[in-house]
């Protein structure tokens, strides 16, 4: 059983930053898929980003956040980050993390079997 326990979440000006955490409990951490979602009101929840240990913590984006998002992780701290910079209107929505065993990078919701509670981030124009 992994519990997944995410936080960072705030209101940010368009254009500024924010970083969110995501704590895992569970002894085998470093071998989970760590992928983040997200979901605006009356929308479909959304791939934002993923992380696999495999081959040296591969990483996969949304066209959406490419080159503004960065996930990352600490294995030490049993953590997953997502840093997100240039933060847009859009962007806004519950954030949520999720974790699978595997070494793939995992792109859809119906792949991922742990959930967090979420975080709410909201990006003012």
């Known amino acids: 059983q992994v519990q997944l326990v995410e936080s960072g979440g705030g209101l940010v000006q368009a254009g500024g930053s924010l970083r969110l955490s995501c704590a895992a409990s569970?002894?085998?951490?470093?071998?989970?898929?760590m992928g983040w979602f997200r979901q605006a009101p009356g929308k479909e929840r959304e791939f934002v980003a993923a992380?696999?240990?495999?081959?040296?913590?591969?990483?996969d984006y949304a066209g959406s956040v490419k080159g503004r998002f960065t996930i990352s992780r600490d294995n030490a701290k049993n953590t997953v980050y997502l840093q997100m910079n240039n933060l847009k209107p859009e962007d806004s929505a519950v954030y949520y993390c999720a974790a699978r065993g595997g070494g793939y990078l995992y792109s859809t919701k119906y792949e991922y079997g742990y959930w967090g509670q979420g975080t709410q981030v909201t990006v003012s124009s």
């Open positions: 569970g002894r085998t951490f470093s071998t989970y898929t």
């Open positions: 992380i696999s240990w495999f081959g040296g913590d591969s990483t």
